[in-house]
């Protein structure tokens, strides 16, 4: 028999029913909104009824088990969930301000797998508590403040369309990573951006960047 998720369909269904019927409602007098708002409600729809059959026809085995961890539907301690929870434990048990640099006994004694790669950030929350996790989190946000700001200062469209992809992988190798070793997302294989270890990685977020730049210092020269 197939797995479901945490959520029935057709309860949802119901209520993104209700709330497209009163978004309609109020906004019936704006024109367009309809047409607009259409195509929002049958993709809602086809997301409500399609995430069954990607978690049962699309997913492999082991990627479900990790959905199932995240969600609480199963505890695989020494299994499935085994990098999870160890990551977990090596971030609480840096505190406020860490165990010191080269400190940490979860990730000095390699009790979290992949800790260079995709668990770098458990490594800095344990040696350096709370505080460098703040301090990475902040420059990440940093940068990409800075990425939009040159997206948005482009004269040419290709520039600003480059720029904002290139904000766009950014966030999302940020965003997974950092929530997959907390526990918010399924873990799944993804660096963390220029400070995860490995040569591919490196390489080809530096020439993200060297592109934007080449193209920043092209519309700048153009004016």
């Keep these: 028999m197939a797995n479901r998720l945490i959520f029935w369909k057709i309860p949802v269904l119901i209520s993104v029913t209700i709330l497209s ?10 024109r367009r909104f309809f ?10 729809a086809g997301l409500i009824f399609g995430v069954d059959f990607a978690y049962n026809k699309v997913l492999k085995d082991y990627q479900r ?30 505190g406020i301000i860490g165990k010191g640099y080269l400190k940490g006994t979860q ?8 800790q260079t790669t995709d668990f ?23 940068l990409l403040g800075r990425i939009i700001m040159i997206a948005e200062r482009q004269k040419f ?6 720029s904002y992809g290139v904000l766009s992988i950014i966030f999302i190798h940020f965003l997974i990573n950092i929530s997959m070793t907390l526990g918010l997302f399924p873990v799944i294989g993804i660096p963390l951006p ?9 390489i080809g977020f530096s020439i993200l960047f060297f592109i934007m730049i080449k193209l920043d210092a092209a519309n700048n020269n153009s004016y």
């Excluded at 047409?35 to 809602?44: D, E, G, R």
């Excluded at 990730?107 to 992949?114: A, G, M, Q, S």
């Design 157 to 162: 469209i290709f520039n600003r369309y480059y």
């Design 35 to 44: 047409l607009f708002l259409l195509p929002i409600y049958f993709a809602l």
């Design 120 to 142: 770098i950030f458990c490594t800095v929350g344990e040696e350096w508590g709370l505080l460098g996790s703040t301090v990475v989190i902040v420059l990440f946000m940093l």
């Design 107 to 114: 990730t000095k004694f390699n009790f979290v797998p992949e």
């Design 194 to 202: 220029f400070i995860s270890y490995g040569g591919s990685a490196m």
């Design 21 to 30: 019927a009163l978004a309609y409602y109020f906004m019936r007098y704006v």
């Design 65 to 94: 088990d990790r959905i199932d961890i995240i969600i609480g539907k199963k505890d695989d301690p020494r299994g499935a969930g085994y990098n999870l929870r160890q990551s977990l434990i090596a971030i609480g048990s840096g």
